[in-house]
Each structure stands twice: as C-alpha cells, then as structure tokens.
C-alpha cells in the first residue's frame, strides 16, 4: 500500500507548472478580454465619477392622502431602480427618505441623462386616442400619417410623432382595413368630426351639441380654445399641460417629433394604462425586414380594452387612427393602426433605432407608478469630495500594504518572493474583473467596494501565512523541504478554506440584507475572497512545490526563510533499534 501511495505523491509534485500555467492563462484571457471589450478601468460610482441627485416628493390625489403608504412608497421605488437600471445604468440608488420623499442618485455615464428624465416623469402611464395633433409654435400643421397601405419601414424613426405602426406581434404588414369618413374618436368630446378636414381644422371647428344638453359640447370647445393657444416649446408650459386631468377626461399633451420640432394634441380619456402592460421588450426583427420593434404583451382585461381601442381607431382617418402614448403629460410614441388588434399582445414598428425602441419599451415596462411624484430638487454631485476620499483611502491601501510587504521581508525572507507573486496574480485578476463586471452585471466601483478591497490584502496575506507557518512547523519537527511542503498542504488548506467560507459567508449576509453603497463593499470582499482561494491552490501552492526544489530553499539557506538553525528543528527523527542479542555457538 506505501508504494502506490508514494507514486501519487511523487506525481502530484511533479506536476506544480499544470495549475500555475492554467491561472495565468486565465490571466492573460480576462486582460485580452478586458482590451479587447474596450473597458480597461472599472467603472465609477457616482461618488467616484459624479452624477445626479433628485428628490421626488409623493403628492396624493385630492382627498386621498392614505394613499402615501410603505407598500406604494416601496412599490414606486421598486418600479423606478427597474426603469433606471433597464436604461444600463449602474450603481443607481433608489430609496426612500422620511414618510413622502424617494432620493435617486444616478452616477455619470451612458444612458444616465435619459435616466433622469425617466425618474422626473413619474406619472402613471396612458394610453389615449389622438383627436388632433400639429406641430406647435408657428409650425403648421403636422405631416398627415403615412398611407394605410404603407409598409412599416416607409416610417419615419420611432421618436413621439412619427406616425410609427402597431400590429399584431409577429404579424407582417396587415391588410388594410376600409378607412371610413364617419364618427371619429372625437366622441370623446362629444363632437362630429368634420370630415376630410385637416387635424388644425378639426381643432378650431365648432363641437355639435351634445345629448348632455351642451355641457359637454362646452367643455370641448373651452379645451379646443386652450389647444389653439398651446405652445409646446415653451418649457414652462410643457411641465403644467396636463396637470390635474383624471384619466377619464380629454387632455392637451406635448411630444418631440424626429426634426426635433414640438408637437401638440388633443387627446381623448385614456382607453388602457400602464398597468395593463404585462410586458414589453425591444427585438430587433429581421424576418419582415422592420428593423427594431417594441412588442407590447397585455394583461387579460388589458388585451380586450387594447382591442375595443384598436378597433375603433382603425375606422378613422389620420390622425384618429392614432394613440398616444403617454407619460407625465408627455407623448412618447404615437402609433397610429389599421385594424383592431385582438390577440393580447401588439408591435409597434417603425424606423427606430436600438436606443429609441429600448427606450419605449423601458417606458411601457415600468410606466404605471402607484403615485404621483413632483422633483423637489435635483443637484449635481461633482467627483472632487470622493476623488479626495479614494486617493486617501489608496494611500492608506498603499500604506498598508507596504507595511505588509515589510514585515512579508523580514519575517519569511526568501518566501516573501512567493506571497509576493501571490498578491500581484490576486491583485491582477481582481482589476480585470472587475473592470469586465461593469459592462456585463453593472458593477461599479465606489469608495465601500473600495475598501472591500483593501481589506481583502489582509485576508490573502492571511492565507499565506497559514501556509508559510504549517510548513515551517514541519521543517521544525526535522523534516526536509519537499515533504514538509506536501505535509503541511492539507493541514494549512484545511484552516484556509474554512477562514474564507467565513468571509465569503458574511459578504454574502451583508449583501443580501443592504441597500446602497454598502453592497459595493460586500461584493467586493465576497469576489476578492473567492479569489483568495483561486490563487492559493492554483499559484501559491504550485509555486512553492516548485521552489522547494531548488537549493537556496532545499538547503535551507539563512536568506530562505526556512533555515533549519534558526527555526529550532529537532534532529531528524529515527526509529531506534533494539540491541542484538549474542547468540551462544554451542546452541547454534
């Protein structure tokens, strides 16, 4: 049984350079990947790189101030981490201060300015017939939608008013349905439409009496008189159209066309909103040649509302064969349709861009808020006070280090070359990580995570003193080099894996049960500590099995840290034998 024993154990130090070739190919792959992907430094949280801070104050329907609830405050703040981290956007923090505020902090960065009006635009989601529409300040009336029999990708891009076109999802170009000259969804204003007439001709025309006796018919004619007015490039007034419409009125509203120009509209009550939406996404679709698609799937009750809408636009001519999409008083999209979309689900199609389509469907994903929220404040955070913070706290890391390293000098002598080697492997794999997590999961490094990794040096040099130690305690007993590196191996990996299950074991608690900046540091130590015990096995271990075998170390020389003299080894131990016993020739 010893001969085999001894085989394995002969084998297994023979073959040191398999594992430490393997953790610097893995090296060398996660640096070429890191240059190759074009992110070569990690990216910054907003207390490192900046960014933008806003306030949002909860402001309740009248007499519905039970509705500024922890179960709607948490479920705004839910909705608004996903529309701000849908956008790419990492290291976004969204939480709740006092009974009626929610802070969202977005660091600088792609995507983080469409973040921003996103978190600013936190009413609930809409969508409405257009009664008419043209573009505001002087402009002249807006383009008439493409012809019925257009294919999609005759439409312009998919910004608020370029006419793009739902369908059914998956659907090619539908057939047209007929286009009819009757009633339009001006209904909802209790007025004829006058047919043939342009969208500004249908807004100044002269509403019908109404069956109500003329109050209704009033009311439209004060909104279409608010309409003829309505500027849409003034900002001021852009922030306020709107304001204190219940979803079941007609209401004036403001979106940007593709040239940039404002437009404006009359729409009628809301015919579906936001929480209808069970989903929404942007797919590219190269099947029927329209480019990138938002595909909207509906709730159950939101699917037949979606089709009674559809149904009814579909008989009208431009623009009342359109909806609005809208959000916060803003169209965001204006789809206009053929005929009634009956399956649950719907595309919109147009000539959009990735962005613009990611956009939409980010908005139609987490639009419905169980609140109305206004900005009370939004400051901009500048990098200089965390600049400051991370040099001191990289001073400090390069102080600690330093000192680690001199003692590393000192104490273990020619050792110190190999946990050396060790920390820089460890520190290398560390930074291309984490420089490649940014663009794939959204890491971002902030002063916490830090600090998780400078902590994390004491941890790595804590593993290779509980190997270094194991090794001289066998040396101690008298053993040479080669077997006391094999003999203190399990013994000292034993101890290293249960102090970095402990680690990892409270990164992941700390991770779990936070918020905020404070996952940053947990991250960091759980990622680091597992690191540990990559390069512990893979680098450290192999690389002292192959030291061992050289003299300056297998000599024990007084520079090698595992000199025999100075650590007080006992003489080599023996089996002692016992006497022989003289034997009588007259017996033999």
Not at 175 to 185: I, M
Request: net charge positive.
């Amino acid at each position: 049984m010893a001969t085999p024993k001894k085989g394995r154990s002969a084998s297994a130090q023979s073959k040191p350079g398999r594992s430490l070739a393997l953790i610097l190919i893995a090296i060398a792959a996660l640096t070429g990947g890191m240059f190759a992907s074009g992110h070569t430094t990690p990216r910054l949280g907003i207390d490192l790189a900046g960014g933008t801070s806003i306030t949002l104050r909860a402001v309740p329907e009248a007499g519905n101030e039970a509705a500024i609830n922890k179960t709607n405050m948490d479920t705004a703040v839910s909705i608004m981490e996903r529309r701000v981290n849908g956008l790419g956007v990492s290291e976004a923090e969204v939480q709740t201060q006092g009974r009626d505020n929610i802070v969202v902090n977005i660091p600088k960065g792609t995507n983080s300015e469409q973040a921003r009006k996103q978190v600013g635009t936190t009413a609930k989601l809409y969508f409405r017939p257009v009664v008419a529409t043209e573009v505001s300040g002087g402009g002249g009336a807006a383009s008439p939608s493409p012809s019925p029999t257009g294919s999609p990708s005759d439409q312009p891009s998919g910004k608020a008013t370029d006419k793009p076109e739902a369908t059914d999802k998956g659907s090619a170009s539908p057939s047209a349905s007929p286009s009819t000259q009757g009633r339009a969804v001006t209904d909802a204003l209790k007025a004829d439409a006058t047919p043939s007439a342009s969208a500004s001709d249908k807004a100044k025309a002269s509403p019908s009496p109404s069956a109500s006796g003329g109050t209704a018919a009033d009311d439209a004619s004060k909104l279409q008189e608010q309409y003829a007015k309505l500027d849409c490039t003034n900002a001021k007034t852009r922030s306020t159209v709107g304001d204190g419409v219940k979803a079941s009125q007609p209401t004036l509203a403001c979106g940007e066309n593709a040239q940039g120009q404002w437009q404006k509209y009359i729409l009628g009550p809301a015919e579906v909103d936001g929480t209808d939406v069970d989903k929404a996404q942007a797919v590219l679709n190269t099947q029927t040649g329209a480019g990138w698609t938002v595909t909207m799937d509906f709730t159950d009750g939101g699917a037949k509302k979606f089709a009674d809408i559809t149904g009814k636009l579909a008989q009208n001519q431009s623009p009342q064969n359109q909806f609005a999409i809208v959000l916060d008083g803003d169209v965001v999209s204006d789809p206009y349709v053929r005929q009634a979309l009956t399956g649950g689900n719907a595309e919109i199609s147009g000539n959009f861009t990735q962005q613009s389509a990611q956009e939409l469907a980010n908005m139609l994903s987490y639009g419905a808020l169980p609140l109305t929220f206004k900005v009370d404040s939004m400051t901009t955070v500048t990098a200089a006070l965390g600049g400051d913070q991370l040099n001191a706290g990289l001073i400090a890391g390069a102080i600690g280090l330093a000192l680690v390293v001199i003692y590393l000098l000192a104490y273990y002598r020619g050792l110190s070359f190999i946990a050396i080697l060790s920390l820089l492997a460890s520190a290398a794999l560390t930074y291309t990580l984490m420089a490649l997590l940014g663009p794939t999961i959204g890491f971002a490094l902030n002063l916490p995570a830090v600090c998780g990794a400078i902590v994390a040096i004491g941890i790595t040099a804590d593993s290779f003193i509980v190997y270094f130690e194991r090794v001289r305690d066998e040396i101690r007993e008298g053993r040479t080099l080669r077997p006391a590196v094999e003999r203190a191996w399990p013994r000292a990996r034993r101890t290293i894996l249960v102090s970095d299950f402990v680690s990892f074991l409270a990164a992941a608690v700390l991770f779990i049960v936070t918020v905020g900046k404070v996952r940053g540091f947990a991250f960091t130590l759980g990622l680091t500590t597992l690191l540990d015990v990559v390069v512990v096995f893979l680098f450290t271990k192999p690389l002292l099995t192959l030291m061992a075998r050289r003299p300056f170390f297998a000599n024990g020389h007084k520079w090698s840290g595992l000199d025999p003299k100075s650590l007080g080894a006992q003489p080599p131990l023996r089996r002692t034998r016992r006497p022989a016993v003289p034997v009588d020739p007259k017996e033999a």
